[in-house]
């Protein structure tokens, strides 16, 4: 069975985006993050190593400094960043606690990943925080990460880094929680005929042409680079998951087995064409 792989994930990736955890452009969403916190937290009580890859300490620090546009200026967005992120980890460690769940802050630069060493660092780091039941809340380190010529520390998205933290942790599936249900046929903000598509084997310059860019001023990635990050785990052998987070609590369906969002996977007896669309959306 095609979603047999995503029910028997042990180690689990979850990436939430900005607009998902903020229900305006700079309001944020409690009840999301505590339902969050329960389904994450109720997830590993069943036995699960789940580490969480989250965005919005930009948006959250324009929401702390009541700032309704990004700011133009690296530095400025660099402070916001920096603003927001204890905002964020204070709000993850409030909610958690409400479930007895620990949790521990990791933030990460790609020269990190580049260095043999400082990779080896992070996964020892990763898998004793897992080993010790406590859950990894990893975000970029946006304050201080830059795009030079020949200095790149910057990973831009949460959608790649939520990838490469799923090869870090050799992670079975990738679940990114968006504020869409998957991946549509085209754009649904601009386009009504789109469709959801449940199933994609290989990310083909066909599926790539049908992804558009963010759907909020604080978030970056868009369908763009959520596509790239299945591409890493298709390659990998790996699943990964696009479903909307209006629900956290659908995780526990997801991991039912239950056809919800679009399933990123290689599977090597499905004879099926390449993706299946279905006609009506919720
Ligand atoms: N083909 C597509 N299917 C679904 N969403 C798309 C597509 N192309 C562009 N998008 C946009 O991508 C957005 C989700 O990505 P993003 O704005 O980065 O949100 P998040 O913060 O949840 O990661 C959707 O709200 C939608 O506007
Ligand atoms: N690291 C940035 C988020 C970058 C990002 O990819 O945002 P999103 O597209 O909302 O997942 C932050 O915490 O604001």
């Known amino acids: 069975m095609l979603r047999e792989k995503v029910q028997k994930a042990k180690r689990i990736v979850i990436k939430i985006g900005t607009n998902s955890i903020m229900n305006a452009p700079t309001k944020i969403d409690y009840k999301k993050i505590d339902r969050l916190a329960y389904a994450v937290s109720a997830l590993h009580q069943e036995g699960k190593e789940v580490a969480i890859v989250t965005s919005g300490a930009v948006g959250l620090g324009a929401s702390t400094m009541n700032l309704k546009e990004y700011p133009a200026s690296i530095a400025g967005q660099q402070a916001l960043a920096s603003i927001g992120q204890g905002v964020l980890m204070n709000l993850y460690s409030k909610f958690f606690s409400h479930y007895n769940q620990h949790v521990g802050q990791v933030l990460i630069t790609r020269d990190v990943i580049s260095f043999p060493e400082s990779y080896k660092n992070v996964s020892v780091a990763l898998d004793t925080l897992l080993s010790k039941g406590v859950i990894p809340i990893i975000n970029e380190n946006d304050a201080v990460s830059v795009d030079e010529l020949n200095h790149n520390t910057k990973f831009g998205d949460n959608d790649t880094l939520s990838a490469i933290v799923s090869e870090v942790i050799d992670a079975d599936l990738l679940v990114i929680l968006s504020d869409i249900e998957g991946l549509y046929t085209a754009n649904p903000a601009t386009d009504k005929n789109a469709e959801l598509i449940t199933y994609v084997n290989e990310v083909t310059p066909e599926i790539i042409e049908m992804a558009g860019g963010a759907g909020s001023k604080f978030a970056t990635g868009g369908m763009a680079t959520?596509?790239?990050?299945?591409?890493?785990?298709?390659?990998?052998?790996?699943?990964?998951?696009?479903?909307?987070?209006?629900?956290p609590s659908k995780l526990f369906n997801l991991l039912a087995g239950e056809e919800i969002g679009t399933l990123f996977m290689k599977e090597g007896i499905h004879s099926d064409k390449q993706y299946s669309s279905i006609g009506n959306r919720s």
């Open 226 to 247: 959520k596509l790239q990050a299945a591409d890493r785990m298709i390659r990998r052998q790996k699943a990964m998951v696009i479903m909307k987070s209006d629900e």
